[in-house]
């Protein structure tokens, strides 16, 4: 056991990992943030580094790897290309989990097998009209004989037009037009009519990976396709986010991941630098940025750590893994944020990945739920009440 408790085939995971990320993942991170091209060379090597699909159960040709092994492949992957390491999320966490949790055997086959040979599913929640307010989706699954039959939109879907499998949130109809609650409707791109890509979203940051709205228009999917969660569809929901907990644990390890690779740039440089006749590390100013800034991202860590361990045989507790994502987030930004500081102006240049960084690691308190929704979660847990947003809710309470 080491400070942060990993064992040994965790160290070597990680310095296994660490290696291909300094080596060819770093020297193509520029290149994929500035042609916004998704990096399918950086897939090649995750797939033959054995990286995908690691969570996936042996049986169906995964590793039955444990939530902090995929952290820990995150982490030292998103050091050197934040979009790597959200590839290796997904491929892990979030809609695959969900689907190798609750899906039937062909479902669980057809998602491991895709995932397994480069497949970085997409997860489609959020929609124009229902953000935060997740819950509130209108995109609805309408049963019509024996099959059922999707409408609606949803935005900001990660690797849309990239992703082949998808796993879509809706709204379930009985033939009377009765809601039954919300199910997870896996469809793969280009083998399912109604399934439209529609806009890709410029994004600020994280440019490798398409940010898409996909519209489905009367996309007719057989009841096979519907991923039923334990509870049934009355809970479908709740199921389906507390699946979701595994990816929120995710990103907040690439925001991790990002300002522990701003962190060592900074380290290094406030030796080499010289001003005034010495090292720019001699001055207080930024000594004590230094030692901030491995406070926030040691704290950092050891939630992250803990809410992926709480997680050992079912997803991550919901509590603990917003709780890391809240603090990570906002303390990444700032980690990364100082860390470009140290470069003076070189840091504003992008000529140096401290900018790209920035850029960022500045989605992490927005994408999986945001910083100020995941307070109302760590509050409704802390005070075991529900919290109702909508101005009625509390009198249906
Ligand atoms: C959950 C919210 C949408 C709030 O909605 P509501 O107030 O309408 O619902 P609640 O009563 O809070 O919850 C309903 C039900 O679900 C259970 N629940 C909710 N969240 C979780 C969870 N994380 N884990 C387990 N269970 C959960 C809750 O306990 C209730 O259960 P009961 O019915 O009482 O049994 C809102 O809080 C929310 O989370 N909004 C954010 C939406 C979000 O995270 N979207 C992510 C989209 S994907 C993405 O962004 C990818 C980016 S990435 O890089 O990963
Ligand atoms: C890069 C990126 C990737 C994403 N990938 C995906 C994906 O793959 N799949 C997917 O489904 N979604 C994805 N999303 C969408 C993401 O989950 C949503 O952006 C997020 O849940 C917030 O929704 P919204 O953008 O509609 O903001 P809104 O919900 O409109 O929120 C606007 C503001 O109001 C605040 N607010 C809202 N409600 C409350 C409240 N009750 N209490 C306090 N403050 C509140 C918010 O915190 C925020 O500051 C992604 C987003 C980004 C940026």
């Not at 399918?40 to 790897?65: C, F, S």
């Not at 695959?96 to 479902?107: D, H, L, R, W």
């Not at 507390?242 to 690439?254: C, H, K, L, P």
Request: net charge neutral.
């Amino acid at each position: 056991m080491n400070a942060s408790g990993l064992s040994s085939d965790q160290l070597k995971l990680q310095a296994r990992v660490r290696e291909l990320a300094a080596g060819p993942v770093a020297k193509r991170a520029a290149e994929v943030d500035r042609t916004e091209q998704y990096p399918w060379d950086n897939v090649e090597l995750l797939k033959d580094a054995r990286l995908l699909g690691m969570t996936i159960p042996q049986q169906y040709g995964g590793q039955g790897k444990n939530w902090l092994d995929a952290v820990l492949v995150i982490e030292a992957l998103s050091a050197a290309c934040s979009v790597t390491g959200r590839i290796a999320v997904e491929t892990n966490m979030g809609a695959i989990s969900a689907v190798m949790a609750y899906g039937s055997e062909e479902q669980k086959k057809l998602a491991a097998d895709m995932v397994l040979s480069g497949d970085k599913p997409a997860i489609c929640i959020t929609e124009p009209e229902a953000g935060s307010d997740a819950n509130g989706m209108t995109t609805r699954a309408d049963k019509k004989g024996n099959r059922y039959v999707v409408n609606g939109r949803k935005h900001w879907i990660t690797g849309g037009g990239v992703s082949r499998l998808h796993l879509i949130f809706a709204k379930v109809y009985d033939e009377k037009g009765n809601e039954e609650g919300i199910g997870g409707f896996l469809a793969i791109r280009d083998e399912t009519q109604g399934l439209k890509i529609t806009k890709r979203e410029p994004t600020m940051g994280l440019r490798g990976i398409p940010e898409a709205v996909i519209d489905f228009e009367d996309m007719e999917l057989p009841p096979s396709a519907l991923v039923i969660p334990p509870r049934g569809l009355k809970k479908g929901f709740a199921d389906l986010m507390n699946a979701y907990n595994s990816q929120r644990v995710g990103a907040a390890t690439v925001a991790l991941g990002i300002a522990e690779g701003a962190y060592e740039l900074a380290l290094d440089w406030s030796e080499k630098r010289h001003q005034f006749g010495r090292p720019i590390n001699e001055f207080q100013g930024l000594q004590w940025k230094l030692a901030d800034m491995s406070i926030k991202l040691r704290a950092a860590q050891a939630l992250v750590y803990d809410a992926a361990r709480s997680g050992e045989g079912g997803f991550p507790d919901m509590l603990l893994a917003a709780q890391a994502k809240v603090f990570t987030s906002e303390n990444a930004i700032q980690v990364v944020n100082d860390a470009l500081q140290f470069f003076g102006a070189r840091g504003y240049s992008r000529e140096l990945p401290l900018e790209r960084m920035a850029r960022d690691v500045r989605m992490f308190t927005i994408g999986g739920g945001t910083a100020e929704v995941l307070r109302n979660v760590v509050a409704g847990a802390l005070l075991k009440k529900k919290l109702p947003q909508t101005r009625d809710g509390w009198g249906k309470a």
